[in-house]
């Protein structure tokens, strides 16, 4: 079926250093992303998103990635704080129609862990 | 400002019990949403609604569940007959017209035993 989907599970950073986590997607038609981070017992808390006529995203220290020739989403953190651990999601909106709202497909996590 | 609240935060009920969990979103959003979450796992999509009326329920996994919001602003899932099955963080999102990033609340962790 179509699902939003992680390549790697987790992640293991030092302190200081840049993180990528990857996403890929399967549904063309999807026309808004976002990333998420979730921390232990919490909600998710919102990050940064793109929408499908762009390719790059910019925010404070992290930036968002949309390849959409091979379906692919990306989430590069600079300067990775012990802070920034977390369980990462990217989610999809699938413009179904033409009507364009929030229903998000969730991906199943990245666990980013930085090292102090 | 306040963020989306939901209560309780835990709830545990025995199997065949009824339960409800509220959602109350930021003042202003007309759209609201419930995902449910297990472990180890991303949210899913539950009921969205646009105002007082759910525009997309088809993520409710069967008729047991059901979701009001009367007034357009707090919101309520109802669960019937709970099963074991049902275990797992239930989360509400607000957004202020749909098409925009959503504010999740904390959740509430609902354990049936």
């Known amino acids: 079926g179509e699902s939003v989907g992680l390549h790697l599970p987790t992640l293991s950073v030092q302190e200081g250093d840049n993180s990528i986590i990857n996403c890929a997607y399967s549904?063309?038609?999807?026309?808004?992303f976002i990333w998420y981070k979730q921390e232990s017992g919490k909600g998710p808390q919102f990050i940064i998103d793109?929408?499908?006529?762009?390719d790059k995203r910019q925010g404070q220290r992290v930036t968002v990635l949309l390849n959409k020739t091979v379906k692919h989403l990306s989430l590069q953190i600079a300067a990775t704080q012990p802070g920034d651990s977390a369980v990462y999601f990217c989610?999809?909106?699938?413009?179904?129609?033409?009507?364009?709202?929030?229903?998000?497909?969730f991906g199943q996590g990245t666990i980013l862990t930085v090292h102090p | 400002g306040a963020g989306v609240s939901q209560t309780p935060s835990n709830k545990v009920t025995e199997k065949g019990k009824y339960v409800e969990l509220r959602c109350d979103p930021i003042?202003?959003?007309?759209?609201l949403y419930w995902y449910r979450q297990s472990l180890g796992q991303g949210p899913e999509f539950l009921i969205y609604?646009?105002?007082?009326?759910?525009?997309?329920d088809s993520g409710l996994p069967n008729d047991r569940f059901f979701a009001v919001r009367p007034e357009g602003s707090v919101s309520t899932l109802k669960i019937q007959r709970t099963e074991r099955g049902d275990s797992a963080m239930y989360l509400c999102?607000?957004?202020?017209?749909?098409?925009?990033?959503?504010?999740f609340g904390p959740g509430t962790r609902l354990t049936v035993l």
């Open positions: 793109i929408r499908s006529n762009m």
């Open positions: 003042s202003g959003h007309t759209a």
């Open positions: 549904n063309s038609a999807s026309d808004y």
């Open positions: 989610a999809e909106n699938i413009n179904a129609g033409g009507t364009s709202y929030g229903k998000l497909t």
């Open positions: 999102a607000s957004s202020p017209t749909g098409i925009h990033e959503q504010f």
């Open positions: 609604f646009q105002g007082t009326g759910a525009a997309d």
